[in-house]
């Protein structure tokens, strides 16, 4: 399993567009992609919350719970 890790800050319309390229780079290889949103204010969490829903190997975390 391939582990994508992408910080994003007010990324809301670009977070979909990176979803896509990542998906037809790794094409069947399995991956997670892992947003960590650093506190967006321009509803970039609200576009990831889309993108989690509609495919399940994305995932979205605030910056709290990616420190250790």
Do not use: K
Request: proline content about 3%; some cysteine.
């Amino acid at each position: 399993l391939l582990s994508v890790v992408v910080t994003v800050l007010n990324e809301a319309g670009t977070v979909g567009e990176l979803h896509r390229r990542v998906v037809e780079t790794l094409g069947d290889r399995p991956f997670e992609l892992i947003f960590v949103d650093d506190g967006s204010t321009d509803g970039t969490f609200d576009a990831l919350r889309v993108i989690c829903a509609a495919d399940s190997r994305v995932r979205r975390r605030g910056l709290a719970a990616a420190l250790p």
